[in-house]
Antibody, heavy 118, light 110 residues
Framework: QVQVAESGGGVVQPGRSLRLSCAAS????????MHWVRQAPGKGLEWVAL????????FYVDSVKGRFTISRDNSKNTVYLQMNSLKPEDTAVYSC???????????WGQGTLVTVSS | QSVLTQPPSVSAAPGQKVTISCSGS????????VSWYQQLPGTAPKLLIY???NRPSGIPDRFSGSKSGTSATLGITGLQTGDEADYYC???????????FGGGTKLTVL
């Protein structure tokens, strides 16, 4: 079955960087787009980024454009989220998810917590 | 402020039916597929409905989805206490070139 597992979260000071990883299995990773979605404590879901199956197309929510970069390594079945210039409002559980053909998330993992605080 | 508008909460008795609405615009719901997600307390969201009205394998037919114009609706029949959760609609917004979610609806089964 589809499985994704996120890692790399932690506590980081404002303005610093962090890289999240998401290891996928149970499906043909190299044929699937992948999303990052986040959820701040006690808040709703917020879509963050999408990368196409081949990495050639990337999309971001406005609030992270220019600061976050999504990438993937199909040889490792892994998608990444490089987060620079972090802000306190980026504090959330970050989850990755396989993409449906409709460009919406399908199966996603438990997530990794990112806390931005001084 | 979410791009998609959902009621903050709905409630109904066990065995009854409930609907959850999701309102958007022509740049999102009006021209793209809608998905619905269930998030039980302390767990990751789970896909309930995709492509407006399709259920993934393993999702009971008590859950249904529909779309009309710039609005979508999730229906749940034969409510069970185990259905208490937060429900989110999601779609692609062609103007933003981004995914968007509703603010979520908390379902209480009284």
């Amino acid at each position: 079955q589809v499985q994704v597992a996120e890692s790399g979260g932690g506590v980081v000071q404002p303005g610093r960087s962090l890289r999240l990883s998401c290891a996928a299995s149970g499906f043909t990773f190299s044929s699937s787009g992948m999303h990052w979605v986040r959820q701040a404590p006690g808040k709703g879901l917020e879509w963050v980024a999408l990368i196409s199956y081949d990495g050639n197309n990337k999309f971001y929510v406005d609030s992270v454009k220019g600061r976050f970069t999504i990438s993937r390594d199909n040889s490792k079945n892994t998608v990444y989220l490089q987060m620079n210039s972090l802000k306190p409002e980026d504090t959330a559980v970050y989850s990755c998810a396989r993409s449906l053909s409709s460009s919406l998330p399908d199966s996603w993992g438990q997530g990794t917590l990112v806390t931005v605080s001084s | 402020q979410s791009v998609l508008t959902q009621p903050p909460s709905v409630s109904a008795a066990p065995g009854q039916k409930v609907t959850i609405s999701c309102s958007g615009s022509s740049s999102n719901i009006g021209n793209n597929y809608v998905s619905w997600y269930q998030q039980l307390p302390g767990t990751a969201p789970k896909l309930l409905i995709y492509d407006n009205n399709n259920r993934p394998s393993g999702i009971p037919d008590r859950f249904s989805g529909s779309k009309s114009g710039t609005s979508a609706t999730l229906g749940i029949t034969g409510l069970q206490t185990g259905d208490e959760a937060d429900y989110y609609c999601g779609t692609w917004d062609s103007s933003l070139s981004a995914g968007v979610f509703g603010g979520g609806t908390k379902l209480t089964v009284l």
